[in-house]
């Protein structure tokens, strides 16, 4: 499995970005999909995930009504769409996948970080 994270840049306060994750796997509907990030001097923390099937998804609390998170399994792609950004927001961000629904948890395959900046 490998997985490749793009879309991270330097953003207003306020302002969105949306990161992508793509997926080199057989069958993407095999793997939850997740999203996790890192803020210097600060440990990995969960931020969204979704399930095999796209039918659950879960937030941690600092981004939930501001981060949707979907895939698009004709493209093996998990999406990441950040809304109102903060600069607590910025950090490094990870995509990583699963093959268990647990989404916060046992996520087996990461892919490179792409950073986020959001400058105030």
């Known amino acids: 499995v490998q997985l490749q994270a793009f879309g991270g840049g330097l953003v207003q306060a306020g302002g969105s970005l949306r990161l992508s994750c793509a997926a080199s796997?057989?069958?993407?509907?095999?793997?939850?999909m997740g999203w996790f990030r890192q803020a210097p001097g600060k440990e990995r923390e969960f931020v969204a995930a979704?399930?095999?099937?796209?039918?659950?998804?879960d937030y941690v609390d600092s981004v939930k009504g501001r981060f949707i998170i979907s895939r698009d399994s004709a493209k093996n792609t998990v999406y990441l769409q950040m809304n109102s950004l903060t600069p607590e927001d910025t950090a490094v961000y990870y995509c990583?996948?699963?093959?268990?629904?647990?989404?916060?948890?046992?996520?087996?395959?990461w892919g490179q970080g792409t950073q986020v900046t959001v400058s105030s």
């Open positions: 990583a996948a699963s093959q268990r629904d647990y989404l916060r948890i046992l996520y087996a395959y």
């Open positions: 796997v057989r069958t993407f509907s095999n793997y939850a």
């Open positions: 979704v399930s095999r099937r796209g039918g659950s998804t």
